[in-house]
């Protein structure tokens, strides 16, 4: 689904994207392959624990997979961020990445960009869950810095 006016989402929508992402998450289960990058992530303010396999070619973000013990909040936006994520090239990555960020941070940020993750524009009126919210795409750009 693509939102385009994710400042008028409206409250029930937002928690039904998320509640789908984490009774269904995407790209979850971890892969035997030794091209992906792996990646653990651990937020001790939280039960969070999140394991995030990588797989790049030639600049893209081919795919993404993970698994891991985590609250909701960090689930469905682990899920959502690979959604986001895949199929995009490095540079847009980072810049949907920094705009991520950036929203939660209340600083100015392109929500065009953001697609799904949108859905996250007001955890920053939950200072201890924005933890949960970055985990994963902390995972993320530290493994497309590499
Ligand atoms: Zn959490």
New binding site residues.
Partial sequence: MYLERCDIMDQNLKRSIMLEHYQNPKNKGLVEDETYLKINMN?ES???EINLMVKLDKGIIKDIKFDGE??A??ISSTSIMTDTLIGKDIETAKKIIQNYYNMIEEKAYDENILEQAAVYNDISKQPN?KK?ALLSWWGIEKAIKK
Avoid: G, K
Wanted: charged share 20%; glycine share 0%.
């Fill in positions: 937020n939280c039960i969070d985590a609250c909040i960090c869950r949960c």
